[in-house]
T-cell receptor, first 115, second 110 residues
Framework: NAGVTQTPKFQVLKTGQSMTLQCAQDMNHEYMSWYRQDPGMGLRLIHYSVGAGITDQGEVPNGYNVSRSTTEDFPLRLLSAAPSQTSVYFC??????????????FGQGTRLTVV | EDKVVQSPLSLVVHEGDTVTLNCSYEVTNFRSLLWYKQEKKAPTFLFMLTSSGIEKKSGRLSSILDKKELSSILNITATQTGDSAIYLCAFGGTGNQFYFGTGTSLTVIP
């Protein structure tokens, strides 16, 4: 059981380049999300999805796109990388229950540097 | 605006000490309060608290939620060097969205 798998682990981009961070989970979780973690800022929610075909914005969505074509995969796209997007990115997944929260499982993170 | 504040921001203790980490929140649709431990990579789940006054325990770690005071504490007794990490608290809103605090960095010195 792999859990949540993120690739790549490290990436350096030039300003203006685009790229996709991959996230896959094998726990049949309905809910998937992307966070970025910056020093002194904690984890901030970028986008999330409650199921295939359904996505929504979190706290800091600008400059990022997501899609959810399958239950397993939730890629994050940087459209035109900027130095402000230098951060550590985490993908997380969890079961979705209507009236309660459930534990989120995190991937190992992607350290992205934009120069 | 919903927010989560953790204190202290960082803490250095000696092995064997007991530490108390604090988390306070201001939220509009509170469902639960979660604690995570983050070592070098991914945060790992510790506790979820939904009811006030109920203590959750796992070995030397325990946590309690005070809904009246909108706060939670995480206690670690007899600290070990392996407890060195960033401890994150988060509140869960509707739809399983989680809002995280900035974390408390704990360093345990041998």
């Amino acid at each position: 059981n792999a859990g949540v798998t993120q690739t790549p682990k490290f990436q350096v981009l030039k300003t203006g380049q685009s790229m996709t961070l991959q996230c896959a989970q094998d726990m049949n979780h309905e809910y998937m999300s992307w966070y970025r973690q910056d020093p002194g800022m904690g984890l901030r929610l970028i986008h999330y999805s409650v199921g295939a075909g359904i996505t929504d914005q979190g706290e800091v969505p600008n400059g990022y796109n997501v899609s959810r074509s399958t239950t397993e995969d939730f890629p994050l796209r940087l459209l035109s990388a900027a130095p402000s997007q230098t951060s550590v990115y985490f993908c997380a997944s969890s079961y979705l229950r209507v009236f309660m929260n459930t534990e989120a499982f995190f991937g190992q993170g992607t350290r992205l540097t934009v120069v | 605006e919903d927010k989560v504040v953790q204190s202290p921001l960082s803490l250095v203790v000696h092995e064997g000490d007991t530490v108390t980490l604090n988390c306070s929140y201001e939220v509009t649709n509170f469902r639960s309060l979660l604690w995570y431990k983050q070592e070098k990579k991914a945060p790992t789940f510790l506790f979820m608290l939904t009811s006030s006054g109920i203590e959750k325990k796992s070995g030397r770690l325990s946590s309690i939620l005070d809904k009246k005071e909108l706060s939670s504490i995480l206690n670690i007794t007899a600290t070990q060097t392996g407890d060195s990490a960033i401890y994150l608290c988060a509140f869960g809103g509707t739809g399983n969205q989680f809002y995280f605090g900035t974390g408390t960095s704990l360093t345990v010195i041998p």
